[in-house]
Nanobody
Framework: QVQLVESGGGSVQAGASLRLSCAAS????????VGWFRQAPGKEREFVAA????????WYVDSVKGRFTISKDNVKSVAFLQMNRLKPEDTDVYSC?????????????????WGQGTQVTVSS
């Protein structure tokens, strides 16, 4: 059974940093690309960042470029989203997803498995 478990969310003030983790089990993690997404209640899910299975390619939404860093550790089967210089508009539930080898052509397309999400709240 595949499981993705996010952790590391919390409530912080603007300018602070958080590091989200996505721990995977039940799959061969080095075969999978990882994506991070965020969603607020009543809003559409937004792509944040993605990385290919071998970490060879990385993508970010423009609003987080230069502040967020995605990475994955294939030995420990965990992916990370380092979030620096957080802003109130980064407040959302953050979820990770995996897809075999590479992300879909459209980042909001089909991913194979999803985690439950972790809340990030940034106050001004």
């Amino acid at each position: 059974q595949v499981q993705l478990v996010e952790s590391g969310g919390g409530s912080v003030q603007a300018g602070a940093s958080l590091r989200l983790s996505c721990a995977a089990s039940g799959l061969t993690f080095n075969y999978y690309a990882v994506g991070w997404f965020r969603q607020a209640p009543g809003k559409e899910r937004e792509f944040v960042a993605a990385i290919t299975s071998n970490s060879g390619s990385i993508w970010y939404v423009d609003s987080v470029k230069g502040r967020f860093t995605i990475s994955k550790d294939n030995v420990k089967s965990v992916a990370f989203l380092q979030m620096n210089r957080l802003k109130p508009e980064d407040t959302d539930v953050y979820s990770c997803a995996v897809r075999a080898w590479t992300p879909p052509n459209q980042m909001n397309g089909l991913w194979d498995y999803w985690g439950q999400g972790t809340q990030v709240t940034v106050s001004s």
